[in-house]
């Protein structure tokens, strides 16, 4: 295939850690779903995950020039057309952002005097070093560290378990080579393990190395996520302030997915 011909799973996408200006999501809580129940991650700890933008190359929001019909401010979810891939992607457990996603923040947390010491003689796992400690709850709604009240379930950003995302390096030759560029392959698997969605980015080892060891990637997919610049604009112009605000927009009418996708490194 051609790397000017694209197939319907392939996508435009970025790499960048959950910290970025253009995301804003240093301070969200994050589950993972194990087991023995869902792990909540301290947010202090969390802050700096790595993260991978799938925005939906083929949408009806966007036309055969690449350009983006743009919704109304004042739209509800409900006054939105129902994007197929978003539809799809929720009926294999991944879940959609609420409006007010990009809005949640969790504040600095108070210093600590546990100077960290782990007196098990089998050593902790990343997540397990990650956990977060909480008082019992009065109440199963009740709210902690500042976070806005919601449903039960929908104030953090949870594992989806099944979906992959799978790294490999791309040596095949490129218009990209011609600049000395290096880049990757990701793949969004299902947990049926067809590709929901591919991108090519350049190759970050800062990136790699904290999706390994972590084990998990924020992977979020939609139509507005800041990965396009506007018709008409250069990536120059387009600042991760405006990136931000696509970003929301998103999200507040419904067309956002996301979760911590398990993350698959091929050599």
């Not at 792990?39 to 983006?68: C, K, S, W």
């Not at 978003?86 to 609420?98: K, N, Q, S, V």
Request: some cysteine; charged content about 25%; proline content about 9%.
């Amino acid at each position: 295939m051609s790397r000017r011909q694209y197939e319907e799973v392939d996508d435009h996408g970025q790499i960048l850690f959950s910290d970025d200006p253009a995301l804003l999501l240093g301070g969200v809580l994050m589950g993972l779903e194990t087991a023995e129940g869902t792990v909540t991650l301290d947010h202090a700890q969390t802050r700096h995950m790595p993260t991978a933008l799938f925005e939906f190359r083929h949408t009806r929001r966007v036309n055969g020039y690449g350009i983006q019909y743009a919704v109304p401010a004042a739209a509800s979810i409900d006054e939105v057309p129902k994007e197929p891939q978003i539809e799809g992607a929720i009926l294999f457990g991944m879940r959609r952002l609420p409006p007010e996603f990009s809005d949640l923040r969790l504040p600095d947390p108070p210093g600590s005097d546990d100077d960290g010491g782990c007196l098990d003689e089998k050593r902790p796992t990343i997540f397990d070093e990650l956990r977060m400690r909480e008082p019992p709850r009065r109440d199963p709604d009740e709210v902690y560290f500042g976070m806005n009240r919601r449903p039960p379930g929908y104030a953090d950003l949870r594992s989806v378990p099944g979906w992959e995302l799978h790294e490999t390096p791309d040596d095949r030759p490129g218009p990209w080579q011609d600049f000395g560029h290096t880049y990757s392959r990701l793949e969004l698997r299902t947990p049926d393990g067809e590709i929901y969605s591919r991108i090519w980015v350049p190759h970050d080892p800062e990136w790699k190395a904290a999706a390994l060891r972590q084990g998990y990637v924020v992977c979020l997919c939609g139509v507005e996520l800041g990965v396009r610049a506007p018709y008409a604009m250069t990536d120059a112009q387009y600042t991760p302030s405006m990136r931000h605000q696509y970003f929301r927009s998103g999200c507040a009418v419904g067309l956002t997915v996301g979760g911590l996708v398990a993350y698959v490194g091929h050599r």
